[in-house]
């Protein structure tokens, strides 16, 4: 099956869904989490597409959740989606959509600079082994407070915290973006 069919007929497949209109926690109990995402569904590799989209509602967008899987599969994906989005290819979508985007590699740095007013995504290596997939999770300044949402695929609750270096294992740290938001 080309690249071109799997895109179309997830698409078709997803916009059967009922649109969420909320943050999403927990992409593998979400109903969500049945929508396709390549060759599997974003219960299992969707955590960057979720990310997108949890950022986007925290921008006050209006973000269509199948629409956001459909262009991040084309922009962003590894192959054939197997292992979700490419954790240095989101900006594609950030560019494509004029939302001026920061990207930090070292997760000190990017501590120092997620100031309050800021909102963003991490992307953290899993702890599955060799072949797992990175995981995704939008994260939010708010006044001081840090919330994380979707930080786990089993877990349907936003996470709290007091610093931004407590979000996350430095260890596990791939990447993050970080936008003022609006």
Request: proline share 3%; hydrophobic share 40%; aromatic share 12%.
């Given at each position: 099956m080309s690249i071109n069919l799997i895109d179309k007929s997830n698409h078709k497949y997803n916009?059967?869904?009922?649109?969420?209109?909320?943050?999403?926690?927990g992409q593998a109990i979400h109903r969500c989490g049945r929508m396709r995402f390549g060759l599997s569904t974003l219960a299992n590799v969707g955590s960057g597409v979720i990310a997108v989209y949890n950022l986007m509602?925290?921008?006050n967008r209006q973000p269509v959740l199948a629409d956001i899987a459909r262009e991040l599969y084309i922009r962003a994906r590894t192959p054939l989606g197997l292992w979700g989005v490419h954790p240095l290819r989101l900006f594609r979508y950030f560019s494509?959509?004029?939302i001026p985007v920061n990207l930090e590699r070292?997760?000190?740095s990017f501590c120092e600079k997620f100031t309050p007013g800021h909102?963003?995504?991490i992307i953290l290596k899993a702890r599955r082994g060799l072949f797992s997939v990175p995981h995704?999770?939008?994260?939010?300044?708010?006044r001081g407070k840090i919330y994380v949402y979707n930080r786990f695929a089993a877990s349907g609750r936003r996470y709290e915290f007091s610093e931004?270096?407590?979000a996350a294992n430095a260890k596990n740290f791939i990447v993050g973006y970080y936008i003022l938001g609006e």
């Open positions: 916009r059967t869904f009922t649109q969420p209109h909320t943050l999403i926690n509602l925290l921008l494509a959509h004029y070292d997760f000190k909102c963003g995504i995704a999770a939008a994260i939010e300044n708010d931004a270096q407590y």
